[in-house]
């Protein structure tokens, strides 16, 4: 995960770079079994009609020797492997918001140890 978070604001930094306004943030809220994730920025937004290609592997529209495109297809894999989704609302000339949605690891105990009472005085 930790690697997701780095490529999200990787490209959050790289696309508020040639903005006036240079906001990037992260805004995370709990629901009863997800975790959701939002990472915005400020900068150009992503291109109308690219939305559905970022995520392909070696799709990028930086420079030659900027940026390899394998970030967000990468991403897509890890939050993929955690059972959750990731997905862009798009500002175009305004901003774009990765939202990542992971559920929450079920916090139920085994049966046995559920049954040991710490503050139980042992005979
Ligand atoms: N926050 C963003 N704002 C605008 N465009 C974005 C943003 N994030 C991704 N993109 C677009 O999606 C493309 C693919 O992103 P991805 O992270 O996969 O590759 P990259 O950043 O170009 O290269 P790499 O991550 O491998 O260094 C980017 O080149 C850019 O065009
Ligand atoms: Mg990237």
């Known amino acids: 995960l930790e690697q997701v978070f780095i490529n999200l604001l990787t490209n959050a930094r790289d696309a508020v770079m040639n903005s006036p306004r240079k906001l990037v943030q992260i805004i995370s809220s709990v629901g009863a079994d997800t975790v959701t994730l939002a990472f915005l920025d400020t900068g150009p937004g992503i291109p109308e009609g690219m939305e559905k290609r970022i995520f392909d592997p070696f799709f990028?529209?930086?420079?030659?020797?900027?940026?390899?495109?394998l970030g967000l297809s990468i991403t897509y894999g890890i939050i993929k492997e955690h059972q959750g989704t990731i997905s862009v609302v798009n500002r175009p000339g305004q901003g774009a918001t990765f939202l990542v949605q992971l559920p929450l690891a079920s916090m139920d105990l085994p049966k046995e140890s559920s049954q040991i009472n710490p503050f139980e005085e042992t005979p």
């Open 60 to 69: 990028t529209t930086k420079e030659v020797g900027a940026g390899t495109g």
